[in-house]
């Protein structure tokens, strides 16, 4: 069974202050891996893919991969009350080609960003 | 806005009764997956269309049908309703290097 975690939270921190949302995920040989923030109610809105090793950063949006560790993280730096939703992480179970993407996700993890 | 479609966005249903869930795709997405969302959990992967087959299947009975069409919009399929079919239903579209959702379909199954 592949799976992929993520801690549930809530996680509560302050505006101005850095978020951080972590994610293990089962199968060694997943490639591709994203980060959807999802409000409640609305559908899952993709925020950050990664595929290789190391950091990748948009704007203030920080995503963290180390495939021999099975850890996807994301960052959120000044975060702002209008971050305050869930984080589901996500990763491609799906064969290679294109547009054949079968995602598993995690359960989320609630943030709250306190003004 | 994803440019996926999916309609009826709420749904009430009686146990039992079947129910047609549909999709529009993204222009030039030939491939639209569909997800339930049980309230407070990820999405979980019910199967894909590339083409109008059928490209996956998660772990979801054969209750759980599907129709990809030339234009490649798409129908979720579920017979015999049970009250755990209770969720929103997501359809994904994509193409290249990603996957956009849809605005869901919330169902209730009383």
């Known amino acids: 069974q592949k799976e992929v975690e993520q801690n549930s939270g809530p996680l509560s921190v302050p505006e101005g202050a850095i978020a951080s949302l972590n994610c293990t995920y089962s199968?060694?040989?997943?490639?591709?891996f994203f980060w959807y923030r999802q409000y409640s109610g609305k559908s899952p809105e993709l925020i950050m893919s990664?595929?290789?090793?190391g950091d990748k950063e948009d704007g203030r949006f920080t995503a963290q991969l180390n495939k021999a560790s099975q850890y996807v993280s994301l960052l959120i730096r000044d975060s702002q009350p209008s971050d305050s939703a869930t984080y589901l992480c996500?990763?491609?179970?799906?064969?290679?080609?294109?547009?054949?993407?079968?995602?598993?996700f995690g359960k989320g993890t609630k943030l709250s960003v306190i003004p | 806005e994803t440019g996926v479609t999916q309609s009826p966005t709420h749904l009430i249903k009686t146990r039992g009764q079947q129910v047609t869930l549909r999709c529009s795709s993204q222009?030039?997405?030939?491939?639209v997956s569909w997800y339930q969302q049980a309230l407070g959990q990820g999405p979980q992967f019910i199967f894909q269309?590339?083409?109008?087959?059928?490209?996956g299947r998660g772990n979801f009975p054969p209750r759980f049908s599907g129709l990809q069409f030339p234009n490649y919009s798409s129908e979720l399929n579920v017979n015999a309703l049970e009250l755990d079919d209770s969720a929103l239903y997501l359809c994904?579209?994509?193409?290249?290097?990603?996957?956009?959702f849809g605005q869901g379909t919330r169902l209730t199954v009383v």
């Open positions: 994904a579209s994509s193409g290249g290097v990603r996957a956009f």
């Open positions: 199968d060694r040989g997943s490639q591709s």
């Open positions: 990664i595929y290789s090793n």
């Open positions: 996500a990763v491609n179970m799906g064969r290679s080609g294109a547009g054949s993407y079968q995602l598993t």
């Open positions: 222009s030039g997405h030939n491939t």
């Open positions: 269309y590339y083409r109008e087959e059928e490209n």
